[in-house]
């Protein structure tokens, strides 16, 4: 922990690093699993969520940066090793085989949700348990990227084109499509 002088305590400091280098190893392993599923999909919808895919690993590689280095901005260190983000994570990886694409992609529903859930909290705790509102409003604004994609994940899932089972959803009547 290095010596700076910005208005928060040391126990302040190192309360929020904590709370960043669990949503960066959150982010690290949710790349990591994108990038796979970006490489191993298949099916008609192929070219949309392998463009898709490497979007979002473009937008979580950036993300990553920052919050390590919001690590360092406040006197810390961020983890940087595999090990170190498996420890921390609270994500769970499924290794040795390759889902269908709408399994990859409510499973990435999943783990968004899971870190907008916890980015959440954090957000509370950054602002009320260590008065730090800087990364308060820096884990929000992460939360509503998270939301964004999370919002366009689950909309390949709740049509009918890739309905993984291959059944119809059906038809809502009028009334009940309003609610
Ligand atoms: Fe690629």
Do not use: C
Request: glycine share 8%.
């Amino acid at each position: 922990m290095g010596k700076l002088n910005i208005g928060l305590t040391k126990e302040q400091r190192q309360g929020v690093i904590e709370l960043l280098n669990r949503d960066l190893a959150d982010s690290y392993l949710l790349l990591v699993k994108t990038k796979k599923y970006h490489w191993d999909v298949v099916g008609p919808q192929f070219r949309t969520l392998h463009q898709m895919w490497e979007e979002h690993y473009e937008k979580l590689t950036i993300n990553i940066d920052a919050i390590a280095e919001r690590v360092r901005t406040l006197g810390g260190y961020p983890v940087g090793t595999m090990e170190g983000f498996l420890e921390l994570t609270s994500l769970k990886e499924q290794t040795g085989e390759v889902p269908l694409a709408t399994e990859m992609v409510s499973r990435l529903v999943e783990d968004h949700e899971t870190i907008i859930r916890n980015l959440r909290k954090h957000v509370d705790q950054a602002s009320e348990d260590f008065h730090d509102e800087g990364t308060a409003d820096f884990l929000t604004g992460l939360m509503e990227e998270h939301e964004q994609i999370a919002w366009m994940l689950r909309s390949f899932i709740e049509g009918e084109q890739i309905h993984s089972d291959g059944s119809k959803p059906k038809l809502q009547p009028a009334s009940a499509a309003s609610v």
